[in-house]
């Protein structure tokens, strides 16, 4: 089983389908985590795509979920917190929107969600990535609480970035992953879209865990 929440930067749904997993004590995949990743080796690289790319080629990127946390590796090595930094989200939009990349990740979520049940969240999941997904959501909210919120991230972390920044950062992601030639951000005919700018983390995360039940408990009879 699959179950998919798009939507675009600071629109809560990393944290929700995380939340989400935990509640029903399903898998967790990030696919967000596994794009920052690939943008740490993209960084290495000096961000030039050839070097990037081999430099690709020759790495593993391995994650699991445990303890309410996503955790990701870079050759073994653990990279959860590195990935999350400003550096990192100055670029990943960058290297998300390349189609060699895209490709990659996406074979490597394919082939995980083959054995068990999991939650994604992403961007174009529901469209590109898993079209049949058994269920699928499309999580929204203005500009300026998606910039709160991951203002309050980022100063939680120990950042000196101010909010005006934040809230630029995703703003260019914004742009950038709507305009993308290779799969843009859009919602899925077939998606419920939730805005969760009205709604608290605990509303939207029990919605959605309804949601899920209910499929869980048909797909069992």
């Known amino acids: 089983m699959i179950v998919v929440i798009d939507g675009p930067a600071g629109s809560g749904k990393s944290s929700t389908a995380r939340a989400v997993a935990a509640n029903l004590q399903i898998q967790f995949l990030d696919s967000g985590a596994l794009y920052r990743v690939a943008t740490l080796l993209y960084i290495d690289a000096q961000q030039e795509f050839t070097t990037f790319f081999d430099k690709l080629k020759e790495s593993e990127i391995s994650f699991y979920f445990k303890n ?3 955790h990701a590796f870079l050759d ?3 990279v959860s917190d590195e990935i999350r930094s400003m550096k990192v989200s100055q670029h990943v939009s ?8 895209r490709a990659y990740v996406n074979d490597l979520m394919r082939e995980v969600v083959k054995h068990d049940a999991y939650i994604a969240d992403g961007r174009d999941l529901g469209t590109a990535v898993f079209p049949d997904a058994d269920l699928k959501f499309f999580m929204v909210a203005d500009l300026e609480t998606r910039a ?3 203002f309050k991230e980022e100063k939680d972390k120990g950042s000196n970035v101010t909010l005006e920044e934040v809230k630029q950062n995703i703003a260019q992601r914004d742009q950038t992953d709507a305009n993308r030639s290779s799969d843009p951000l859009r919602k899925a005919d077939d998606a419920i879209e939730v805005d969760t700018s009205e709604m608290s983390f605990d509303d939207q995360v029990a919605f959605i865990s309804k949601k899920v039940e209910e499929l869980i408990s048909s797909q069992s009879k």
């Open 68 to 70: 309410e946390k996503f």
């Open 76 to 78: 073994g090595q653990e």
């Open 94 to 101: 960058e290297v998300a929107s390349n189609p060699k990349v």
């Open 148 to 150: 709160r919120r991951r």
